[in-house]
Antibody
Framework: QVQLVQSGPEVKLPGASVKVSCKASGYSFTSYGMNWVRQVPGQGLEWMGWISPNTGDTRFAQRFQDTVTMTADTSTSTAYMEMRRLTFDDTAVYYC?????????WGQGTLVTVSS | NFMLTQPHSVSESPGKTVTISCTRSSGSIVSNYIQWFQQRPGRSPATVIYEDNRRPSGVPNRFSGSIDRSSNSASLTISGLRTEDEADYYCQSSGSNSWVFGGGTKLTVL
């Protein structure tokens, strides 16, 4: 079955960077794009961007264009989301989500806490 | 880009039917598919409806999706409500090279 397994929780200082991984299994990794979605505690879902593991093409929500990089390693079927210059407002659960159209399997989420 | 507007909360009794709306602010609701995600407390979201009205395998047929061109909105209907349906529900559609989420609706089954 399709599985997306994300890396564990992170605690970072303001101004630092974080890199979250999402290992895919149960399907052809290069056949589907991968989205990243975040959820600030107690709030709704926010789309961050998308990457095509096949071509490396990316799309970003405007607010993340300057601080987020998305990559994909086809040899290990793993997608990555790196966020730079973290602020307290970036404390959230980050999810990887397969595919532009549904059904869309979700990873289990990675809590990133920005704290001094 | 457009916005998707959902009611903040709805509540209904077990065994009853509830409908959650999702209204698109501009452009036609039929321009892009609508997905619905269920998020139970402390869990990741999961797809319950995709491509407007299709159910993933494993989702009971108590869940259905529909589109209403006249109100430019989509709806998620859950019949035979169970306590396990209590969750947040989000609609989602695709804009110009982006995903757009509704603000989410908290369903209480009491």
């Amino acid at each position: 079955q399709v599985q997306l397994v994300q890396s564990g929780p992170e605690v970072k200082l303001p101004g630092a960077s974080v890199k979250v991984s999402c290992k895919a299994s149960g399907y052809s990794f290069t056949s589907y794009g991968m989205n990243w979605v975040r959820q600030v505690p107690g709030q709704g879902l926010e789309w961050m961007g998308w990457i095509s593991p096949n071509t490396g093409d990316t799309r970003f929500a405007q607010r993340f264009q300057d601080t987020v990089t998305m990559t994909a390693d086809t040899s290990t079927s793993t997608a990555y989301m790196e966020m730079r210059r973290l602020t307290f407002d970036d404390t959230a659960v980050y999810y990887c989500v397969r595919g532009w159209l549904g059904p869309n399997p979700w990873g289990q989420g990675t809590l990133v806490t920005v704290s001094s | 880009n457009f916005m998707l507007t959902q009611p903040h909360s709805v509540s209904e009794s077990p065994g009853k039917t509830v409908t959650i709306s999702c209204t698109r602010s501009s452009g036609s609701i039929v321009s892009n598919y609508i997905q619905w995600f269920q998020q139970r407390p402390g869990r990741s979201p999961a797809t319950v409806i995709y491509e407007d009205n299709r159910r993933p395998s494993g989702v009971p047929n108590r869940f259905s999706g529909s589109i209403d061109r006249s109100s430019n909105s989509a709806s998620l209907t859950i019949s035979g409500l169970r306590t396990e349906d209590e969750a947040d529900y989000y609609c989602q559609s695709s804009g110009s090279n982006s995903w757009v989420f509704g603000g989410g609706t908290k369903l209480t089954v009491l």
